[in-house]
T-cell receptor
Framework: QKEVEQDPGPLSVPEGAIVSLNCTYS??????FMWYRQYSRKGPELLMY????GNKEDGRFTAQVDKSSKYISLFIRDSQPSDSATYLC???????????FGKGTRLSVIA | GAVVSQHPSRVICKSGTSVKIECRSL??????MFWYRQFPKQSLMLMAT?????????EQGVEKDKFLINHASLTLSTLTVTSAHPEDSSFYIC?????????????FGPGTRLTVL
């Protein structure tokens, strides 16, 4: 079992839909959870950052972490064509440890 | 804030030459920088962890003599691909961790696309 599992998609939704992206993980020592958005041929951009379990909301984006289930989610409300990108979940144990990434989910929002 | 730059953004070189890629944190100090490689439609693969003033820690399977990393200051790390070959063609991305933050956030540069002919 890989440390972080993420469905690569592609996921195609109509404009305005609610998008749900998910990752599962196996390492119970992970404490920091991040979602990055990566447009084609660009570096990843940090979208959401969460420490431990709980929810965090920022505009149209909501990140959820359930450490008991080792499951994290990113919700995008009122999706826009500009949200079309690859979304990568990432997590770490803390300190200066490297991030462990999911494979990324390719999202297309169709106008 | 938290801007990371990379230079160059794109480089094309002949097989056998060496290429240096710079990664800079523009508005914060980074004790730790990470170098990743990404192939088309793949996730990021960590190559090495670079700590300011010390030797880099390489991931298994990454040749340290081929991918030379120098982290000479709190705002600059360089990756040199020595004697590059076509199979080294890839998208190289760095990330930097804010030394002042205790929360493990990493910010990524825009990436460098290397093409070896």
């Amino acid at each position: 079992q890989k440390e972080v599992e993420q469905d690569p998609g592609p996921l195609s939704v109509p404009e305005g839909a609610i998008v749900s992206l998910n990752c599962t993980y196996s390492n119970s020592a992970f404490q920091y959870f991040m979602w990055y958005r990566q447009y084609s041929r660009k570096g990843p951009e940090l979208l959401m950052y969460t420490y431990s379990s709980g929810n965090k909301e920022d505009g149209r984006f909501t990140a959820q972490v359930d450490k008991s289930s080792k499951y994290i989610s990113l919700f995008i409300r009122d999706s826009q064509p500009s949200d079309s990108a690859t979304y990568l979940c990432a997590m770490s144990e803390g300190g200066n440890t490297p991030l462990v990434f999911g494979k990324g989910t390719r999202l297309s929002v169709i106008a | 804030g938290a801007v990371v730059s990379q230079h160059p953004s794109r480089v094309i070189c002949k097989s056998g030459t060496s290429v240096k890629i710079e990664c800079r944190s523009l508005d914060f100090q980074a004790t730790t920088m990470f170098w990743y490689r990404q192939f088309p439609k793949q996730s990021l693969m960590l190559m090495a962890t670079s700590n300011e003033g010390s030797k880099a820690t390489y991931e298994q399977g990454v040749e340290k003599d081929k991918f030379l990393i120098n982290h000479a200051s709190l705002t600059l790390s360089t990756l040199t691909v020595t004697s590059a070959h076509p199979e080294d063609s890839s998208f190289y991305i760095c990330s930097a961790q804010n030394a002042a933050g205790g929360d493990n956030e990493q910010f990524f540069g825009p990436g460098t696309r290397l093409t070896v002919l």
